[in-house]
Nanobody, 113 residues
């Protein structure tokens, strides 16, 4: 069965960095585009970044451009999100998503001093 397990979230001060990971199993990871979404309290879930199968094409939300980097290691069936220069507005639950429609359970990121 399809499993997406996020990790790497936590509490970080403004300006800090985190790297999120998403371990995938149960499907041919390398064949699918993958995405990171986030949902802040009281807000709708929003796309943060997407990466194509093979990793050649990436797209970012305006809020993530220049600060976040999405990447994948197909040999490890793992998706990453490197987040730098974090802001309090980045506080949210971050979810991994595979393009055929499955979600992970999410990992909490809290940016606060």
């Amino acid at each position: 069965q399809v499993q997406l397990v996020e990790s790497g979230g936590g509490l970080v001060q403004p300006g800090g960095s985190l790297r999120l990971s998403c371990a995938a199993s149960g499907f041919a990871f390398s064949r699918y585009s993958m995405s990171w979404y986030r949902q802040a309290p009281g807000k709708e879930r929003e796309l943060v970044a997407r990466i194509s199968s093979g990793g050649g094409i990436t797209n970012y939300a305006d809020s993530a451009k220049g600060r976040f980097t999405i990447s994948r290691v197909d040999a490890k069936n793992t998706l990453y999100l490197q987040m730098n220069s974090l802001k309090p507005d980045d506080t949210a639950v971050y979810y991994c998503y595979v393009s055929f429609g499955s979600w992970g359970l999410g990992t909490q990121v809290t940016v606060s001093s």
